[in-house]
């Protein structure tokens, strides 16, 4: 399990040539980091006289915040492991006609079950977006630049997330769940990308 | 040395509301994540024939690639302790005249100290930014996506740095300092931001 690793072993291993941990595992961590910045803000809100008026809210954020951390978490080891499930398929032999046709079948398999995971890790990160907003718009004001970087970094790994679902669906011959998840992620894409900018300066406006 | 801990204890405290690690420690992490994506693509390039002709650039490539990476994972650690400075000097007795100037100065010196500390990792995101631009232009075409992945995170990176920055020279009382440092880091996100456009066109067109 990378997450119970020293962070230094999975930057290396990433940095090193070998095929996982890749993109995908690095656009989960990412986000991870950036729904634990949703959770410290809520968490220098909990209890906080200044603050009193949106207790219950601030305490919805943080349960949420941390349910989507621990979900983006177990994506960063699920991406590492779905590429094994690919090249298992790859390697399966293909002499006849029926080995071929089963390989086949299995690579598409496969390639399916490789396009969700990152597809899962753009809609968490969209998640930690919307969460970053009311972080930013009713946390403990000492903390909104961790609101701003949360939105900053969950944006950029659902751009990255894209990119790794695009790798698969350019090998997937199903049309209809191709166009589909596309369509899902140009969807999720532009939702982040308002939240961004929304965020970012509502942060720079609490900054002064 | 967070470096050296597990990812889960990093993500933890960054959720707890203990000051430190925050937002700037988060967005080092983040670009030494782009960094190390960037050397992968360039250790999948190394040694292939397919690569002969750029194997002189590709380890130039990498050789930047970790050398930033390591600076990168040293600004992790050195964001969190530039806080305890900061601490410090906001904890200066000051009951006498004399004891708040002193007090003022401190808090001033920390001030700066603290903002060449984001202010670096901002430098160190552009740089990142700029070696993924060569990963995706001469890079093994089959790990275009990492590049494109590590332009995304060391953009958003920058941008994140940007506000950790910011957050500091609203409290320094120097207008030539302010004014310098924030036309260098306005400067380094008009770059980055660029090199984002740019590189994640030439990964979707290498996708294909």
Known sequence: MYLEGRIVDFTDKLASKSPEPGGGAAS??????????????ANLTVGKEKYADVQDRISEL????EAVRKKLEELVQKDTEV???LSVAF?????TDEQKAERA?????ALKEAT??????????????????????IGNVGAVSDAGVAVLLAEAAARSAALNVKINLTSIDD???VSEKWSGIKDILSKSASL???VEKVTYEKLG
Chains 1, 2 share one sequence.
């Open 91 to 95: 390697k399966m032999p293909r002499e």
């Open 28 to 41: 989960a961590l990412a986000a991870a980091i950036a729904a634990a910045l949703v959770s410290m803000v």
């Open 83 to 85: 590429y094994g499930v």
């Open 62 to 65: 943080l349960e949420a915040s």
């Open 116 to 137: 969700m995971v990152p597809y899962e890790i753009a809609e968490r990160c969209l998640e930690v977006a919307v969460l970053s907003e009311t972080a930013a718009d």
């Open 196 to 198: 961004k900018e929304k």
């Open 175 to 177: 049309p209809e769940f």
């Open 105 to 109: 079948k299995a690579v598409q398999a």
